[in-house]
Nanobody, 123 residues
C-alpha cells in the first residue's frame, strides 16, 4: 500500500552536490519515519539519515553528518536528501525507506523500500 520512488542520482565529481528525492504514495495513517540507506558493492546496507513523520526529529550517520541534509515536504509528499561535498566513498545505491519503528538506524525497522538510485562520485 506504500510506494516509494527515488530519483536524482547520477555521476558527479568529488566536491559536487546532488539532491535525491523520494516520492511517497499510498501511505497509511500511522505515524512513520523515513530513512535513507545506501549500499555499495560487497558491503552491507548502511544507514544514512532519517526524519520523523512530523519532521521534528532527524538523525545522520557520522560519515555524512555536516554534509547531508534530510528534509520532508508534506505538500509535495516527498522526502529529500541534499548531499554536499560528495566524496568517492559516498558512491552507492541509495534507497528510500519507510517504517514505523523507533529503531531508525536499522534496515530491519523499515517496511517499505524504493528501488534505489545510483550515486557515483569520481575522484
Amino acid at each position: 500500500q506504500v510506494q516509494l520512488v527515488e530519483s536524482g542520482g547520477g555521476l558527479v565529481q568529488a566536491g559536487d552536490s546532488l539532491r535525491l528525492s523520494c516520492a511517497i504514495s499510498g501511505r497509511t495513517f500511522r505515524r512513520y519515519f523515513m530513512g535513507w540507506f545506501r549500499q555499495a558493492p560487497g558491503k552491507e546496507r548502511e544507514f544514512v539519515a532519517t526524519i520523523s513523520w512530523n519532521g521534528d526529529t532527524t538523525a545522520y550517520a557520522d560519515s555524512v553528518k555536516g554534509r547531508f541534509t534530510i528534509s520532508g515536504h508534506n505538500a509535495k509528499n516527498t522526502v529529500d536528501l541534499q548531499m554536499n561535498s560528495l566524496k568517492p566513498e559516498d558512491t552507492a545505491v541509495y534507497y528510500c525507506a519507510q517504517g514505523g519503528s523507533s529503531y531508525y538506524s536499522l534496515a530491519s525497522s523499515y517496511d517499505y523500500w524504493g528501488q534505489g538510485t545510483q550515486v557515483t562520485v569520481s575522484s
